[in-house]
Every structure is written in C-alpha cells, then in structure tokens.
C-alpha cells in the first residue's frame, strides 16, 4: 500500500438527528493521508457536528465512521489517540507566553524544550518572546491552539473554521501554515469554512456539504476546472464543432453534452472562432465567454442565497 492511499478516515451513511432535523444525514467521505480535506457549507449545515462525531465528542444515529482502518469503539478510541482538533479550544493560559503555554500543555508529555522551539517556529510564533497571550492577536491565539494540539504530535488534525474572523494577511499566512503541517510534518488534515473562497487555495478536496447532506465531493483540480474561464458553445452539431476547433489547433476543450463544448483556451478569440464556425455552416445558438466566481459556483450548487 503506499503511503498517499491509505485511509485515514472514513464515513459511510453518518446521520445525526436532532429532534426533528437531521444536522447529518447519510453522509460519506474518504479521507487519505496527504490530503487537506475542506468541508464547505454554510451555518448550520452540519460541519461542526461532523466533526464532533468524528472526535467521538457525540454519537453518531446512524452510519459507521472508521479510523486508520479501524471502527467500534475500541478501535475508534485507538483511533482518537493519533489525532489532534481545535474544535474544543485548548485552555491557553492569557498570562503567560506562547513558549510558557506550550509548556503547560506538554508537562505531562515528555516534550523537550527544543520541540517546543520547532512548534513555535512553524507556527510563526517564534518572534512573540515575553508576549503574554493576553495580548496576541486572535490569529496568534489561533496559531498557538493549534501548536498545543500539535504537542501529541498527531497524524490527523482536524481543524474547525480556521481562518474564521481573521483578516486578509492573516487567512494567507494560516493557509501558510496549514501547508507547512503538511508538507513538513506529514499531516493530514480535515477543515472546515463557510467560504469555499478562503479554502480554495490550501484544500486539495472538497466537500460541500449542505442541510446535512453531502452534496458534492470534488478534488482541487475538479474545482478549477469547473470554477475556470471558459468559452461557452451551443450549437446542435457537436461533432461538426469539433472537428473545427481541431481545425484551428484548439486542444484544451470539453464536449459537455450532445449541443455544449466548452473551450478552455483563446478565450480573447471568440469571434474569430463564431467566424470559422458560421463558416463551416454550423448553427451557433450561443457562443460566449463565462466566469464563474466561487462563491456564485457555491451557492449554485446549494441552490439558492447563503447567509454565509
Ligand atoms: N446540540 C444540538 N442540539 C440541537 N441541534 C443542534 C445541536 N448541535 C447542532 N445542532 C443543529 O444541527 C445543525 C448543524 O449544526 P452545525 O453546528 O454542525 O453546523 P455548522 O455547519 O458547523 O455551522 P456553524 O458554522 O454555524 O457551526 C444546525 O441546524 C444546528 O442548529
């Protein structure tokens, strides 16, 4: 088995019943070592409390999670024990230093001074010296909860929301760091945002997920592609279509259905394009250029306005 295909959670059928509302319902995922798996949805939609189940910090109704490959509440427990969350925040002591919190949290974990030293450094807390966690920055505070939960050095981090509330630098600079986790300490990661925008430039999957429902799964190359500019063409020919773009030297398209291609490439070509297609005598009923931003792909995808 190699090391990027190996399972390191896994959901099928997980429903969570709240009175009448289901916060979860039947979801399925896979997450795989080396991934960073980002769970979009809007309040509500039931990020949280899947994570909590994950956590086993509630009991799912329904479904079966499974942990490193293992399930039942034994193997769940063993699990647990190779991962780290920031869904319940750590006490962080606000009179002491980011050094002298970690210390705290490390006291009975046979933690050396000079681990401590690395957890600060790649958290970029190295520089914060006598400053007392009173003081830091709700970016900092975050950057050091996610530091004590890095002191059992865990495989899987499960991180809720963490470029909620933080400004422009500072979604940059956590999205830096969750990076860093991965390519330097070899984590996987699980997290979760209201915004499928902050999250599109560290995940490399995705799940939206919305009213408890998992509505789509997708990988980072997926999202590009269908968030990517494109030349939209209706036209009943298809083939005839193609064989045109051929024709010009187009390679970079896609046949969509049985009248739509889209053309991912010459994008400030339209009109020539329309030209030789009117030429060929083909029946162009559209042809245009399309611009998806992220959240309208978003808010297609859940149908309707977010509140997000
Ligand atoms: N303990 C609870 N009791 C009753 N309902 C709950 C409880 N926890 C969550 N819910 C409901 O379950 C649904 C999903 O909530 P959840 O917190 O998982 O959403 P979320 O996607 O994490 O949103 P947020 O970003 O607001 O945390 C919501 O409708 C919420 O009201």
Same mark, same amino acid.
């Given at each position: 088995m190699t090391m990027m295909s190996e399972t390191i959670l896994k959901a099928v059928n997980v429903s969570k019943i709240y009175g009448k509302s289901k916060? /979860? =319902?039947k979801v399925s995922l896979e997450i795989k070592r080396g991934m960073i798996y980002g769970l979009i949805g809007e309040n509500g939609a039931g990020k949280s409390t899947f994570m909590r189940t994950v956590m086993g910090l509630i009991t799912v109704d329904e479904g079966n999670i499974e942990l490193f490959g293992e399930t039942g509440i034994k193997g769940l427990q063993k699990g647990r024990r190779r991962m780290g969350q920031s869904i319940e925040t750590p006490a962080l002591?606000?009179?002491?230093?980011a050094r002298e919190n970690l210390r705290v949290q490390a006291a009975n974990g046979g933690v050396s001074d000079r681990e401590i030293d690395d957890l600060l450094q790649l958290m970029n807390?190295?520089?914060?010296?006598?400053?007392k966690a009173k003081n830091f920055s709700l970016g900092m505070r975050q950057r050091l909860a996610i530091a004590s939960t890095l002191i059992t050095n865990p495989e899987f981090l499960i991180l809720d929301?963490?470029?909620?509330? /933080? =400004?422009p630098s500072g979604i940059v600079e956590m999205r830096e760091i969750i990076h860093r986790l991965v390519t330097e300490r070899g984590i996987t990661v699980l997290l979760s945002s209201h915004l499928l925008d902050e999250l599109s430039q560290v995940a490399t999957h995705y799940a939206i997920l919305h009213d408890g429902q998992l509505i789509r799964e997708l990988s980072k190359e997926e999202l590009a592609r269908e968030t990517r500019q494109y030349i939209e063409l209706e036209t009943t020919e298809v083939q005839k279509a193609v064989a045109v773009l051929d024709e010009l030297g187009i390679?970079?398209?896609?046949?969509?259905?049985?009248?739509k291609i889209h053309i991912y490439?010459?994008?400030?070509?339209v009109s020539s394009i329309n030209r030789s297609l009117v030429l060929a005598n083909l029946k162009v009923s559209r042809i245009g250029t399309t611009r998806q931003k992220l959240e309208d792909y978003f808010l297609q995808l859940t149908g309707g306005t977010s509140d997000a």
């Amino acid at each position: 088995m190699t090391m990027m295909s190996e399972t390191i959670l896994k959901a099928v059928n997980v429903s969570k019943i709240y009175g009448k509302s289901k916060a /979860l =319902d039947k979801v399925s995922l896979e997450i795989k070592r080396g991934m960073i798996y980002g769970l979009i949805g809007e309040n509500g939609a039931g990020k949280s409390t899947f994570m909590r189940t994950v956590m086993g910090l509630i009991t799912v109704d329904e479904g079966n999670i499974e942990l490193f490959g293992e399930t039942g509440i034994k193997g769940l427990q063993k699990g647990r024990r190779r991962m780290g969350q920031s869904i319940e925040t750590p006490a962080l002591y606000p009179d002491l230093t980011a050094r002298e919190n970690l210390r705290v949290q490390a006291a009975n974990g046979g933690v050396s001074d000079r681990e401590i030293d690395d957890l600060l450094q790649l958290m970029n807390l190295g520089h914060t010296g006598k400053k007392k966690a009173k003081n830091f920055s709700l970016g900092m505070r975050q950057r050091l909860a996610i530091a004590s939960t890095l002191i059992t050095n865990p495989e899987f981090l499960i991180l809720d929301e963490p470029t909620n509330g /933080l =400004d422009p630098s500072g979604i940059v600079e956590m999205r830096e760091i969750i990076h860093r986790l991965v390519t330097e300490r070899g984590i996987t990661v699980l997290l979760s945002s209201h915004l499928l925008d902050e999250l599109s430039q560290v995940a490399t999957h995705y799940a939206i997920l919305h009213d408890g429902q998992l509505i789509r799964e997708l990988s980072k190359e997926e999202l590009a592609r269908e968030t990517r500019q494109y030349i939209e063409l209706e036209t009943t020919e298809v083939q005839k279509a193609v064989a045109v773009l051929d024709e010009l030297g187009i390679k970079d398209y896609e046949v969509i259905s049985g009248s739509k291609i889209h053309i991912y490439e010459s994008l400030d070509d339209v009109s020539s394009i329309n030209r030789s297609l009117v030429l060929a005598n083909l029946k162009v009923s559209r042809i245009g250029t399309t611009r998806q931003k992220l959240e309208d792909y978003f808010l297609q995808l859940t149908g309707g306005t977010s509140d997000a």
